[in-house]
T-cell receptor, first 113, second 114 residues
Framework: DTAVSQTPKYLVTQMGNDKSIKCEQN?????MYWYKQDSKKFLKIMFS???????INETVPNRFSPKSPDKAHLNLHINSLELGDSAVYFC????????????FGSGTRLTVV | GESVGLHLPTLSVQEGDNSIINCAYS??????FIWYKQESGKGPQFIID?????DKRQGQRVTVLLNKTVKHLSLQIAATQPGDSAVYFC?????????????FGKGTKLSVIP
């Protein structure tokens, strides 16, 4: 069973479109994250949710809106996609009290054309 | 700027040789570091971690060394195998104001030559 699953794995879309990436974890973790990885493999945190509550919101355009319907899901909705949004987006989860207990999904490669 | 970074962006080693991947950090108060391995098409996976009260920690074929004096840590992979080809990141957790997040270094791509 996949611990942290993201869908879709690949997403190709035109500029200006709105798209969503879904993430689900079956680990019972309390905290979920979205990270963005650019073409140079640099990983940067975007958002963090703890039990459906937004904890971290880094300097991310407000075109990006995370939504957590329950603590097992953290979806990412992106409005008015731009070329610079092309990247690999990773969802991760972690259990409170476990410093190294991050589990990452396999990523969603978003290409904006 | 970033508090965690790397000296070498790419590293090519012969199969069977040892690999050393380096990482520098800037915050002398940093007390915990994690190494991640990211294979092509996958998310980062935990390899090994080390706390600042240790200088060295060993795992299976991997060793992490921490030099707090010069704020440097390294990941050593013994007898490197083709399956070790990946991008390696050092990362540092940060906590505060109810949040807990990982800050990643830039990554080193390790290529193993058969």
């Amino acid at each position: 069973d996949t611990a942290v699953s993201q869908t879709p794995k690949y997403l190709v879309t035109q500029m200006g479109n709105d798209k969503s990436i879904k993430c689900e974890q079956n680990l019972g973790h309390d905290t979920m994250y979205w990270y963005k990885q650019d073409s140079k493999k640099f990983l940067k945190i975007m958002f963090s949710y703890n039990n459906k509550e937004l904890i971290i919101n880094e300097t991310v355009p407000n075109r990006f809106s995370p939504k957590s319907p329950d603590k097992a899901h953290l979806n990412l909705h992106i409005n008015s996609l731009e070329l610079g949004d092309s990247a690999v987006y990773f969802c991760a989860s972690r259990n409170l009290g476990q410093d190294n207990g991050y589990t990452f999904g396999s990523g969603t490669r978003l290409t904006v054309v | 700027g970033e508090s965690v970074g790397l000296h070498l962006p790419t590293l090519s080693v012969q199969e069977g040789d040892n690999s050393i991947i380096n990482c520098a950090y800037s915050n002398s108060a940093s007390d915990y570091f994690i190494w991640y391995k990211q294979e092509s098409g996958k998310g980062p996976q935990f390899i090994i971690d080390i706390r600042s009260n240790m200088d060295k920690r060993q795992g299976q074929r991997v060793t992490v060394l921490l030099n707090k004096t010069v704020k440097h840590l390294s990941l050593q992979i013994a007898a490197t195998q083709p399956g070790d080809s990946a991008v390696y990141f050092c990362a540092e957790p940060h906590s505060g104001a109810g949040s807990y997040q990982l800050t990643f270094g830039k990554g080193t791509k390790l290529s193993v030559i058969p």
